[in-house]
């Protein structure tokens, strides 16, 4: 079983920045593809940025490419969120899944039901 955690979210004003912690129980082995994703009021869930354990290949979607990173350490990943727009207010989630290393990141950001660990979520709103 594997448990995560997120934090970071909070108020940020347009251009802002935020760094989003997820905190896992068993980062440190195992095949798994890490991913956040989002979901506004009365929006779907939508994949941010997803990433093997390797993090040699790393997704991002258009929408947050070049201001959001992702990065990890033994335990945490890591959302950081640069020059933050207000089309950005969301709750973000981070998610896990086990695999074989068959499909590539993106595979795993094109939709929610990919991943069957999930944190609480996080708010994150952009607004003057």
């Known amino acids: 079983q594997l448990q995560l955690v997120e934090s970071g979210g909070g108020l940020v004003h347009p251009g802002g920045s935020l760094r989003l912690s997820c905190a896992a129980s068993?980062?440190?082995?195992?095949?798994?593809?890490i991913g956040w994703f989002r979901q506004a009021p009365g929006k779907e869930r939508e994949g941010v940025s997803c990433s093997r354990r390797s993090g040699r290949s790393t997704y991002y979607a258009d929408s947050v490419k070049g201001r959001f990173t992702m990065s990890r350490d033994s335990t945490t990943v890591y959302l950081q969120m640069n020059s933050l727009k207000r089309e950005d207010t969301a709750v973000y989630y981070c998610a896990a899944v086990f695999d074989n290393g068959v499909y590539a990141p993106n595979y795993y950001c094109s939709g929610a039901d990919k991943f069957n660990y999930w944190g609480q979520g996080t708010q994150v709103t952009v607004s003057s």
């Open positions: 068993r980062f440190t082995s195992g095949n798994y593809v």
